[in-house]
């Protein structure tokens, strides 16, 4: 004989209660990443190829130099572009555009206002989009999940004992969304800063470091938990 399946609103003799549990942390960043832009630009391909190798590796080799306070650093899109103008019939080069960007990681809040201050004294280096993160094994995610449970389990204690009786079992526990999970993807929780930086001239007295205050990042998370629990006398 099979066994009946339990009907997923219970039954008069195991009643189901279904609740949401919810957590919301406030939480100092752990990362903050900066992105970097080095160009250059020249009437002849190869010498604006050759500047901008030069600058590249000058901002490279300052970054590097922070040691255990980089946790990643990154080089992305390299470009070379002529830059075309009409003569009569013909098309001509008029100039050479060279770009690379540069992306670094920094645990230490503290070195990240230096550092951005001395790349934006590097001959055309542009210092853009501040983002301030978590780890993706974050502690605070660890948290704000078991706060979550913790909350849900509360919640279904006060209407249990709303009704006089008491939870008997835990019948399912899942991330709100978890068979979703397109529409409920992580969001960033970075604060983005464009143009914090520009480019100096290298013969200037060295500006101070900036005063960078990192933003604090919001952690969230939800649960829904399915209990049975006594059958409460109406």
């Given at each position: 004989?099979?066994?009946?399946?339990?009907?997923?609103?219970?039954?008069?003799?195991?009643?189901?209660?279904?609740?949401?549990?919810?957590?919301?942390?406030?939480?100092?960043?752990?990362?903050?990443?900066?992105?970097?832009?080095?160009?250059?630009?020249?009437?002849?391909r190869r010498s604006t190829l050759a500047d901008l190798t030069r600058r590249n590796t000058a901002?490279?080799?300052?970054?590097?130099?922070?040691?255990?306070?980089?946790?990643?650093?990154?080089?992305?899109?390299?470009?070379?572009?002529?830059?075309?103008?009409?003569?009569?019939?013909?098309?001509?080069?008029?100039?050479?555009?060279?770009?690379?960007?540069i992306t670094a990681e920094l645990t230490d809040h503290t070195a990240l206002g230096e550092l951005?201050?001395?790349?934006?004294?590097?001959?055309?280096?542009?210092?853009?989009?501040?983002?301030?993160?978590?780890?993706?094994?974050?502690?605070?995610?660890?948290?704000?999940?078991?706060?979550?449970?913790?909350?849900?389990?509360?919640?279904?204690?006060?209407?249990?004992?709303?009704?006089?009786?008491?939870?008997?079992?835990?019948?399912?526990?899942?991330?709100?969304?978890?068979?979703?999970?397109?529409?409920?993807?992580?969001?960033?929780?970075?604060?983005?800063?464009?143009?914090?930086?520009?480019?100096?001239?290298?013969?200037?007295?060295?500006a101070p470091p900036l005063d960078l205050e990192p933003r604090r990042q919001h952690v969230h998370?939800?649960?829904?938990?399915?209990?049975?629990?006594?059958?409460?006398?109406?």
């Amino acid at each position: 004989m099979t066994t009946p399946t339990p009907l997923p609103y219970g039954t008069p003799d195991t009643p189901r209660i279904a609740v949401h549990g919810e957590a919301h942390l406030e939480v100092d960043p752990e990362l903050a990443r900066i992105a970097v832009t080095v160009h250059a630009r020249g009437r002849d391909r190869r010498s604006t190829l050759a500047d901008l190798t030069r600058r590249n590796t000058a901002a490279l080799d300052l970054i590097r130099s922070y040691g255990d306070a980089i946790e990643r650093l990154q080089t992305g899109t390299f470009t070379i572009t002529p830059e075309l103008t009409r003569k009569g019939r013909e098309e001509r080069v008029r100039t050479h555009y060279g770009t690379v960007h540069i992306t670094a990681e920094l645990t230490d809040h503290t070195a990240l206002g230096e550092l951005t201050t001395r790349l934006a004294d590097l001959e055309l280096t542009r210092v853009m989009d501040l983002r301030w993160a978590l780890r993706p094994d974050s502690p605070a995610h660890r948290q704000a999940r078991q706060q979550a449970v913790t909350a849900a389990v509360q919640r279904a204690r006060e209407y249990a004992d709303a009704l006089g009786t008491t939870l008997t079992a835990l019948v399912e526990l899942a991330d709100t969304g978890a068979e979703q999970p397109d529409r409920h993807r992580p969001r960033s929780g970075g604060a983005e800063t464009r143009a914090i930086a520009y480019s100096g001239d290298p013969d200037d007295i060295p500006a101070p470091p900036l005063d960078l205050e990192p933003r604090r990042q919001h952690v969230h998370a939800t649960v829904t938990a399915r209990f049975t629990m006594a059958p409460p006398t109406l």
